[in-house]
């Protein structure tokens, strides 16, 4: 069956570090990956979107990269804040637009 | 990219009723996309609604418990009839993908008692 995956696991890092977050999927084609943040009792915030024919993305401090042969797409966060403390959801694309499956999403807690 | 104002916020009900919930998007969509997300649960879509036309339920939700209606390109609301406790979950609509993504709104929270 087809299955997006993210760490349930909270991930907890030390302010100024390096967050990383995996998505990974089985038994999709996508033609695209995003990803999103979520505060509590927020609607998800769109941060970035990466097609298949591109390795890396780039925004700020965030960095997202594809890969369509391990099926998996990794979430950076350089320098990390307290103000990124939140759930980082990833999205597949798997009709051209017309309807996108969404990880469960990793909670980042980054201590200050 | 769109902004969209969705009301309530939050409301708590009693079984057997139904809510209307509603989104407002400052510009003019084709499409608009009903979610609900169940607490620690990924976002789940309830049906994609276009206008002037009927709404497409995904697998799991029929048009009877989740009524839709999409009278302009800037509205939509989705109801939750005859609610049950296990209905209790948190509901966004969101807007187009496009290269900036979803939009969505920022959710109403309901509870049913």
């Known amino acids: 069956s087809q299955k997006i995956e993210q760490n349930s696991e909270a991930l907890n890092i030390q302010e100024g570090k390096t967050a990383t977050l995996t998505c990974n999927y089985t038994?999709?084609?996508?033609?695209?990956l995003q990803w999103y943040r979520q505060d509590p009792g927020r609607g998800p915030v769109f941060l970035l979107l990466?097609?298949?024919?591109?390795k890396e993305k780039r925004k700020e401090r965030l960095k997202v990269t594809f890969d369509t042969t391990l099926k998996q797409s990794l979430f950076h966060i350089t320098a990390s804040q307290p103000a990124d403390s939140a759930t980082y959801l990833c999205?597949?694309?798997?009709?051209?637009?017309?309807?996108?499956?969404f990880g469960a999403g990793t909670r980042l807690f980054v201590k200050a | 990219s769109a902004v969209i104002s969705q009301k309530p916020s939050r409301d708590i009900c009693q079984r057997g009723t139904s809510l209307t919930i509603q989104c407002q998007v400052d510009?003019?969509?084709?499409?608009m996309f009903w979610y609900r997300q169940q607490p620690g649960q990924s976002l789940t879509l309830i049906a994609t609604?276009?206008?002037?036309?009927?709404?497409?339920?995904e697998s799991g939700f029929v048009i009877d418990k989740f009524p839709i209606s999409r009278p302009n390109l800037t509205f939509s609301t989705l109801t939750v009839s005859n609610m049950s406790p296990e209905d209790s979950s948190i509901y966004l609509c969101?807007?187009?993908?496009?290269?900036?993504?979803?939009?969505f709104g920022s959710g109403t929270r309901l509870t049913v008692v």
């Open positions: 990466i097609r298949e024919n591109e």
């Open positions: 609604a276009n206008q002037g036309s009927e709404a497409t339920y």
């Open positions: 038994n999709y084609s996508p033609a695209y």
């Open positions: 969101s807007v187009d993908p496009g290269q900036d993504g979803y939009t």
């Open positions: 999205a597949l694309d798997i009709t051209g637009g017309f309807k996108t499956i």
């Open positions: 510009s003019q969509v084709t499409m």
